[in-house]
């Protein structure tokens, strides 16, 4: 077969008619193009993003979260706007693509209800910004950093390094704790029990005296000691702390419970262990029948 003839071939077959959109015939050629097209427009709107956040916005005094929606907003605008370039380069109307889309969603509306609520909650995620990239979030029983918002999906961090992919929609219908939205800081609430022969006063001023000295407690609020109730067998205190980083909440509790077994033990302090009375009832006398008794 010659060059000419294979030439040829490849002609026939890319200027094969798909179909035909108000009168402008679609071929295999221009479809290639087009995913060709789309394809460079897709790495050429990564590379101006990441330019944008690492040279641009990274110098500027905006949020972290707010870099990142610019950002993403951009990433998405490059994409819409390289695609109707590509379409109208190769003479395709995008009207007919409109109503060719729009008699397709009728038949598969049903079947992307999952995809469009989750694509309409990333455009919220993203514009009214209830949560940011770096968030400290709780979704169900999941805590973590929030890495990454997609238009379908959110990627958050656990603290275990685990990463797990959440639908946008769980963030819109879905109760949601952002202990870093408007204000971060947070206020941790230590419970301890203590024995009812204690000093009460020496209970409080040394429980205050172990807020004092955690190094990551703020000052502003000051911390406080509760006595919340009287238990079975102890005082239940509450001692509450406010931190900076809520990020940082198991490892102030881990240091202000330790603090208050070193300080217990210094000032004699007694935690007591959870006591339950058993009270031991004596035998009943069992009844002798006197048929028993004759024998």
Known sequence: MSLESIYNLFKTVFQFPIFTIKQTTVTLASVALVVVLMVG???LSRVVTRVLLRSILSRTSLEEGTQYTLGR???????VMGAM????????????LVVMFGFLSVGIGFGLQNITSNFISGLILLLERPITVGDRVVVG????????????????RTQNNVSIIVPNSEFISSNVIN???????????????????????????TLTEIAQ????????????????????SAWDMELRVWIENPKRHWQVRSSINCAIVRKFREHDIEIPFPQQDLHVRSPLPVPVSSRDSQD
């Open 141 to 156: 029983d999941t805590e973590g950093d929030v890495k990454e918002i997609h238009i379908r999906s959110t990627i958050v």
């Open 73 to 79: 907003i951009t990433h998405y605008l490059f994409l």
């Open 179 to 205: 202990w870093s939205h408007s204000d971060p800081k947070l206020r941790l609430d230590v419970n301890v029990g203590v024995s009812y022969g204690s000093d009460l006063d020496l209970v409080m001023q």
């Open 41 to 43: 427009i897709a790495i």
């Open 85 to 96: 370039i590509a379409f109208q380069f190769v003479g395709i109307d995008l009207s007919g």
């Open 213 to 232: 000295a955690e190094p990551e407690a703020l000052g502003n609020p000051k911390p406080e000691v509760l006595l919340l109730a009287f238990g079975d």
